[in-house]
């Protein structure tokens, strides 16, 4: 056995997709060792390569959404480009695609025409609505499904308006939820012997998902969760806490946690208060718990409020911005960041991958590379197009 081997060694994957749902899925595959193919149109780059922030041209969200993988163009709207694409359907395990329902049964590229000679063949269909149902046929970014998916609602302070999340959340938790798909569906085909299948994946559908408890809760007693800031509506104490110098994070979900912060801030008496005796009276206590806590945290530095209360067995911790995690030494003791050679910005520091394996870890190679980078490589080595047809098609623009 090859030690130096990824867990997905061997495993050929197909993107036919743009933006960030499609290559962040491709991306965890290609982190792990699968052979990604990514394709562009040969025109019009992928839009995130136009996306801040940058380096003079060099998109840093596109570096790190392209690494690991193989570039190549290729128009699928035309008749040749479908028949590349076919070609190289009938060789690979996975084909990703995120266009709008319908596109790519257009084009002769769904599914029973991309498995006619590989009948193995896991098929993701990532889309903002789904496949089916009155809205499948409309076009849906991830904003409006972290609204849909009831995130939204409850994201923010009780009396702020909704807030979205700063990060494209919705195509990153689908993103996510198509890969453990795919990965079901390998293991169906290669463990039970099934055939291969689609996986229809919505953006808002995945993040509706975590929303536990909330469907019973509706169902049953007609609750609707609301907007509590950094507090939990589960558990007390739970929020940030302003100290002298910045923010600590604190959260005691068990009785013995709330108590250990009770003891670092010198207030054992409000253990058998009827306000706070346990974790129900303490959620309903909430905002009295919380300034009570603050009024200690406002007279310590951040370092000094999270000593004391480690000390104490409570559970706290800083709240970060980047240039912290470059500091800190749980991060590198994880080796967490990794740097790689890039050939537009030189040393690089990027993500590394996640999770950790204990045999098979997976590596990060490259970034993403240029749009085109791969074509000879795949369209002459791979599918054995001749230096005449290649170039045919590179003067007719269909790659």
Same mark, same amino acid.
């Given at each position: 056995?090859?030690?130096?081997?990824?867990?997905?060694?061997?495993?050929?994957?197909?993107?036919?997709?743009?933006?960030?749902?499609?290559?962040?899925?491709?991306?965890?595959?290609?982190?792990?060792?699968?052979?990604?193919?990514?394709?562009?149109?040969?025109?019009?780059?992928?839009?995130?390569?136009?996306?801040?922030?940058?380096?003079?041209?060099?998109?840093?969200?596109?570096?790190?959404?392209?690494?690991?993988?193989?570039? &190549?163009?290729?128009?699928?709207?035309?008749?040749?480009?479908?028949?590349?694409?076919?070609?190289?359907? $009938?060789?690979?395990?996975?084909?990703?695609?995120?266009?709008?329902?319908?596109?790519?049964?257009?084009?002769?590229?769904?599914?029973?025409?991309?498995?006619? +000679? +590989?009948?193995?063949?896991?098929?993701?269909?990532?889309?903002?609505?789904?496949?089916?149902?009155?809205?499948?046929? !409309?076009?849906?970014?991830?904003?409006?499904?972290?609204?849909?998916?009831?995130?939204?609602?409850?994201?923010?302070?009780?009396?702020?308006?909704?807030?979205?999340?700063?990060?494209?959340?919705? *195509?990153?938790?689908?993103?996510?939820?198509?890969?453990?798909?795919?990965?079901?569906?390998?293991?169906?085909?290669?463990?039970?012997?099934?055939?291969?299948?689609?996986?229809?994946?919505?953006?808002?559908?995945?993040?509706?998902?975590?929303? &536990?408890? *909330?469907?019973?809760?509706?169902?049953?007693?007609?609750?609707?969760?609301?907007?509590?800031?950094?507090?939990?509506?589960?558990?007390?104490?739970?929020?940030?806490?302003?100290?002298?110098?910045?923010?600590?994070?604190?959260?005691?979900?068990?009785?013995?946690?709330?108590? +250990?912060?009770?003891?670092?801030?010198?207030?054992?008496?409000?253990?058998?208060?009827?306000?706070?005796?346990?974790?129900?009276?303490?959620?309903?206590?909430?905002?009295?718990?919380?300034?009570?806590?603050?009024?200690?945290?406002?007279?310590?530095?951040?370092? !000094?409020?999270?000593?004391?209360?480690?000390?104490?067995?409570?559970?706290?911790?800083?709240?970060?911005? &980047?240039?912290?995690?470059?500091? *800190?030494? !749980?991060?590198?003791?994880?080796?967490?960041?990794?740097?790689?050679? $890039?050939?537009?910005?030189?040393?690089?520091?990027?993500?590394?991958?996640?999770?950790?394996?204990?045999?098979?870890?997976?590596?990060?190679?490259?970034?993403?590379?240029?749009?085109?980078?791969? +074509?000879?490589?795949?369209?002459?080595?791979?599918?054995?197009?001749?230096?005449?047809?290649?170039?045919?098609?590179?003067?007719?623009?269909?790659?």
């Amino acid at each position: 056995m090859d030690d130096s081997a990824t867990p997905l060694e061997g495993l050929d994957v197909l993107d036919l997709t743009t933006m960030v749902s499609g290559g962040f899925s491709t991306v965890m595959l290609a982190d792990f060792g699968a052979d990604v193919i990514s394709v562009e149109h040969p025109t019009y780059n992928d839009p995130v390569r136009d996306w801040q922030p940058r380096s003079d041209d060099e998109s840093f969200y596109w570096k790190s959404l392209g690494r690991n993988k193989r570039h &190549i163009t290729l128009d699928l709207s035309t008749e040749d480009g479908q028949t590349l694409t076919r070609r190289l359907a $009938d060789s690979v395990d996975i084909v990703v695609e995120n266009f709008r329902p319908g596109t790519m049964e257009s084009w002769n590229l769904n599914y029973e025409t991309l498995s006619e +000679n +590989n009948d193995g063949l896991v098929m993701i269909r990532l889309s903002g609505y789904g496949q089916t149902g009155p809205k499948a046929s !409309q076009p849906g970014f991830g904003t409006i499904a972290e609204s849909m998916s009831t995130f939204t609602h409850i994201n923010g302070f009780q009396n702020s308006r909704p807030l979205s999340p700063p990060i494209p959340l919705a *195509d990153l938790t689908a993103a996510m939820f198509a890969v453990q798909g795919a990965m079901f569906a390998i293991y169906a085909r290669d463990v039970q012997g099934r055939s291969g299948q689609v996986i229809d994946v919505s953006l808002f559908e995945p993040l509706f998902r975590l929303m &536990i408890g *909330d469907v019973e809760a509706y169902d049953t007693e007609g609750i609707v969760p609301t907007r509590t800031g950094n507090r939990d509506v589960r558990s007390a104490p739970r929020n940030l806490y302003e100290t002298e110098d910045g923010y600590v994070a604190l959260s005691a979900s068990s009785q013995n946690i709330f108590e +250990n912060v009770m003891a670092a801030i010198g207030r054992d008496d409000l253990i058998n208060d009827s306000r706070f005796r346990n974790n129900a009276v303490r959620v309903e206590n909430a905002e009295e718990l919380d300034t009570l806590i603050e009024e200690w945290t406002r007279q310590r530095t951040t370092e !000094q409020a999270i000593s004391k209360m480690e000390q104490a067995g409570a559970i706290v911790g800083p709240v970060y911005d &980047i240039a912290d995690v470059f500091e *800190d030494e !749980q991060f590198a003791a994880r080796e967490d960041l990794v740097t790689v050679s $890039d050939d537009d910005l030189g040393e690089v520091t990027t993500h590394a991958p996640v999770p950790k394996f204990s045999e098979t870890p997976g590596e990060v190679k490259r970034l993403g590379g240029e749009r085109g980078q791969h +074509n000879n490589e795949i369209y002459c080595d791979r599918l054995g197009l001749d230096e005449e047809e290649y170039q045919r098609l590179r003067d007719e623009k269909v790659i």
